[in-house]
């Protein structure tokens, strides 16, 4: 998946090089289009039989899936975490503008992040693995949001620092963005019920994915009346409340194991 993001991110700013950006944007969005064609033919879920009171409702698969993992006995911790996920990850996409308000151009800032910051997730990902294993996901995602959250904040004051950096740390912020992925993958994992694993892995992540959606685009629409400066530190105090959730999931977790 990295490799397949360098490479499109290659690809994009070859073509703005070659062309212009409305080019690329148009001949990557349909190659996204033609790689989505295989999942035209994948076969549909049929519609779920649940009895409750004594008669027969049918519902559609996701409307019981979403009834089911909603009544989770640890749901709450759970979706404030995702939520804090969302707002630590929403001011990322002001990352490509501060590095062009820092003199970077906009090739520069994309092959920056596209390429080099891109890259570092690969070995980010390899010690996240023996880190997992080692210390537990709750442990590792506690310390890497600490470590984003001093991140986020050093960002405030980015226009008082030299364009090598801020590009430092920019870097720095796209690797650890990369780790806790691979960690947020696993801490679902571990949360998802045995007997519906892929449903309520699959429910996880796209409200991750809708917060993370919502949180860029609240970002960059508050930095305009706000600044950058606020919208880091927003995210920061996410970063900081996603440590203190996943910290909570770990307490009900042993709470409930030496029952």
Known sequence: ??????????????????????????????TVLVFSLPAWVLKQDHPVTVKSTGTTVVERPGVAAWRRFLGHDRIGPM??????????????????ALLIDRGYSASEAGWLLGTVATGSVIPASFAMGYL?????????????????????????????????????????????AGALTVGTWQLYMNFASREH????????TSLDAFLRFLGGLSAGQVAVYIGYGSVFAG???GALGACFFCFLLRERHSAEAGR
């Open 132 to 176: 997992l294993r080692r210390f537990g996901v709750i442990a590792v995602m506690g310390l890497l949001y600490v470590a984003k959250a001093g991140v986020l904040f050093a960002l405030i004051w980015a226009v008082h620092f030299s364009p090598a950096t801020v590009a430092a740390l920019a870097i720095g912020d796209f690797c650890l």
């Open 1 to 30: 998946m990295v490799l397949g993001a360098m490479v499109g991110s290659g690809f994009v700013l070859r073509l703005n090089d070659l062309f212009s950006w409305e080019m690329s944007i148009v001949a990557v969005s349909l």
């Open 197 to 204: 694993s892929a449903t309520d892995y699959g429910l996880m």
């Open 79 to 96: 979706v404030l975490a995702i939520v804090c996920f969302g707002m630590a990850a929403g001011a990322d996409v002001l990352v490509p």
């Open 235 to 237: 995210a920061a105090l």
